[in-house]
């Protein structure tokens, strides 16, 4: 039993997975996704699945978070790269 909660609780590698458990989905499938949730919203301003991304580090800089933790999230080998964000 605290074996299966234990197998539960740990962190999965992606926080979305595609159709086959542990596998991501793929850039098409995002792209729909995105598509439809901005179509939904009536959003006529054109988004990107890049605009999101930007999107969501700002919003973890605005709220605090150390900028070396959101360059390691975002896959960034140079603080350069994430410069855009100050």
């Avoid at 234990?6 to 979305?16: E, H, I």
């Avoid at 890049?50 to 080998?77: K, V």
């Amino acid at each position: 039993m605290i074996t299966s909660i234990l197998q539960t609780l740990q962190a999965k590698k992606r926080l979305f997975e595609g159709q086959t458990p542990g596998k991501q989905y793929s850039p098409i499938s995002i792209q729909e996704v995105v598509k439809k949730a901005v179509r939904k919203a009536g959003i006529k301003k054109k988004v990107t699945l890049h605009w999101l991304r930007r999107s969501y580090a700002t919003h973890l800089l605005e709220s605090g978070t150390d900028l070396r933790y959101i360059q390691e999230l975002l896959g960034h080998s140079s603080s350069k790269t994430i410069d855009i964000y100050m």
